[in-house]
């Protein structure tokens, strides 16, 4: 200060160079609290700011850490001072246990499979600086990328909590939760740093919401009573989720208008779907599956169609349509819990009607009518052989092998002989031969009637093996395949390469009805379409195998590693507990069938009645065993006229 100022005069002057003096001396202190209060260029923390962050992370380790097992991330030497800072502080606590291990981001590292193993309780801290690596890394889906390897992998732990902690500007200016990885972390929280307050940001994938606030605090004033890790996924305030499907009943069933346009989706797993959104609070975008591809599979070149496709590569969010859950899919999709059991079952044409001549031998089978024939031809044997050892000498008729085959004729049709035996040789054995005749001709008669008064079927295919040994070519979707091979059974795993891959199961139907095929599928879905479409009257067409594959669970698709699966499940499980699923398959039953009935009822009509009065077709075999005689009697009638011409 001039001394003039000091000594009193132009004292004006000297209190404006003093308020000068002072106005410098606090913009200088302003100057350098602000510097301190904000992250320099190269990403150091100031001093107050590398306090908030250790108490972010102690608060952090006492609210979630304890007992799990913590990784920590980090990219630069920076980050490492304040990782040793962190360890040394929570090596004083004693009330807090869990296993730590400390990673320098390197893309070996980000790549390497052991860095991401998964344990009940996983918490990810990344401290970033740069954040580039990390970034690249969570941006790629690693697992669709490596599809093709015999172990794919997906590079991340999605079911740990997530925790990005910004370092500097750059980090937290960066839209991380828009990221594949953060993106389908069940939690993920990004902590930033301001001048004056710490900020806890989460995403809203579903909801296109990619940086949400959820707290804000200042330092030594966290308050431990807000849940950093919410629910992101208990309602979705009406956003748009994608839903792949297509048409299968019971499970899925469409309302056409007159333009053939979908005006309606029921069904078993519409239903469903319906029930979600109402819970969850979200919109279903349906997506429809191409009819040539159905559930879809993988095709030669690694790659998949259909609704597992849309799924594996992120085209649709959620796939209904009678979702088996088996390892073959699991290995790209995941599932909800499952809410129906279901089997793989054959349906064959019914058996066919024989023909009405073949009434007369149906009472008996071939191994039947060998042995009677047999016992005709050594009972007229035997007449003739005890007539001709007998010391008393019988009716001379008996000497005749052509009467004693008549003779024979007469007992086994119940009719009374006109000669009879004297003498007791001849009395035992004709005796218990009319017996047997008369049990033998009661059975047959008895028989007889119901033949000719029922229609008589082909018999049934009940096992694998009969469907094997038939010349039925088999039809259905190739996802049959993969399971006969899969299969113990040794019958299963002959179809294949009989398996004829086919999505136009309504043509199918019309083969299989036809007597050309048998079709493979889930057996409600057979059920569904014999009982809706193909019986008429109480006649079906179409006949299920008793025999079918082992039960599967069926739950609805989902991505894998998706977000989704918790808050679904929970809705599903609730769903099957009250036993809705088995009332919803009733009531699409009914509806299918009364989409047909018009054709049902042409059809039964044409049925004929099981207690129709004996028609000339009932007793055709009758008659042709009368014709057939008459010609073998004219034959042998020709026969004797020209021998005698010959002799003569």
């Not at 790629?140 to 991340?156: I, K, Q």
């Not at 779907?273 to 609070?281: F, M, Q, R, T, Y």
Request: negative net charge; contains cysteine.
């Amino acid at each position: 200060v001039p001394w003039f100022l000091v000594n009193g005069e132009f004292e004006v002057m000297r209190w404006w160079a003093l308020l000068l003096c002072c106005g410098a001396a606090w913009l200088t202190a302003w100057k350098a609290n602000a510097q301190e209060l904000s992250p320099n260029i190269d990403g150091k923390l100031n001093v107050t700011q590398e306090r908030e962050l250790e108490e972010v992370l102690m608060h952090l380790t006492r609210l979630y850490m304890d007992g799990c097992s913590v990784n920590i991330f980090y990219d630069s030497d920076q980050s490492l001072a304040l990782v040793s800072q962190y360890v040394q502080q929570i090596s004083q606590s004693e009330n807090i246990t869990f296993t730590l291990t400390i990673f320098k981001i390197t893309e070996a590292i980000l790549m390497d499979r052991n860095t991401w193993p998964e344990a009940q309780c996983d918490i990810n801290v990344f401290l970033l600086h740069d954040g580039e690596l990390l970034f690249d890394h969570a941006s790629v889906n690693h697992f669709l990328a490596s599809l093709h390897d015999n172990h794919p992998h997906a590079l991340w732990n999605f079911n740990a909590k997530n925790i990005l902690v910004a370092l500097t500007s750059k980090v937290s200016e960066f839209n991380a939760g828009k990221l594949f990885a953060f993106r389908k972390s069940l939690n993920f929280l990004q902590v930033e740093f301001t001048e004056k307050d710490v900020l806890f940001n989460t995403n809203y994938p579903y909801q296109n919401i990619d940086k949400q606030l959820l707290a804000s605090y200042r330092l030594h004033k966290m308050n431990s009573t807000i849940n950093l890790f919410p629910q992101k996924f208990k309602t979705f305030n009406g956003s748009t989720i994608k839903v792949s499907t297509f048409e299968h009943p019971p499970s899925v069933l469409y309302i056409y208008d007159a333009d053939h346009n979908v005006i309606k989706r029921d069904g078993v797993d519409m239903i469903l779907i319906a029930a979600l959104e109402s819970a969850l609070n979200f919109t279903a975008e349906y997506i429809e599956v191409n009819k040539g591809e159905l559930w879809g599979h993988e095709m030669p070149n690694g790659t998949w169609d259909g609704l597992m496709g849309m799924l594996i590569y992120e085209k649709a969010d959620v796939g209904a349509c009678n979702v088996f859950i088996e390892q073959d899919r699991y290995d790209f999709i995941d599932f909800t819990a499952p809410f129906n059991f279901e089997r793989g079952c054959f349906g064959t044409p019914s058996p066919k009607l024989l023909p009405r001549w073949t009434s007369p031998v149906m009472p008996f089978t071939s191994v039947t009518w060998a042995s009677f024939a047999v016992a005709y031809l050594v009972g007229t044997a035997l007449l003739y052989a005890v007539y001709r050892a007998s010391y008393r000498k019988e009716s001379i008729e008996y000497n005749s092998l052509s009467f004693d085959f008549l003779y024979v004729l007469g007992f086994m049709t119940m009719r009374s002989p006109y000669t009879t035996p004297s003498y007791p040789p001849l009395q035992i054995y004709l005796g218990f031969l009319w017996m047997f005749a008369t049990l033998i001709t009661i059975a047959y008669s008895a028989n007889l009637v119901a033949y000719l008064s029922i229609v008589q079927k082909s018999p049934p295919i009940d096992t694998m093996k009969q469907l094997r040994e038939s010349s039925l070519r088999l039809a259905g979707p190739a996802f049959w395949k993969t399971q006969f091979v899969a299969s113990i059974d040794e019958d299963a795993r002959s179809f294949e390469n009989r398996l004829e891959p086919r999505y136009d199961l309504e043509n199918v139907f019309k083969e299989v009805e036809a007597g050309e095929f048998a079709i493979i599928e889930n057996k409600q879905f057979l059920e569904l379409y014999v009982a809706g479409r193909y019986t008429y009257g109480d006649t079906a067409t179409i006949r299920i195998v008793k025999q079918c594959l082992l039960p599967y669970s069926i739950g609805v698709g989902l991505q894998k590693f998706s977000p989704l699966q918790e808050s679904f499940s929970k809705v599903v499980l609730s769903i099957v507990e009250f036993g809705l699923t088995q009332r919803w398959k009733t009531e699409v039953i009914s509806e299918f069938r009364l989409r047909y009935l018009e054709e049902i009822a042409l059809k039964t009509g044409k049925e004929a009645a099981v207690g129709d009065p004996l028609s000339i077709d009932h007793l055709l075999g009758v008659f042709m065993m009368y014709i057939l005689g008459l010609i073998l009697a004219a034959l042998i009638f020709a026969g004797e006229i020209l021998v005698q011409r010959m002799s003569k």
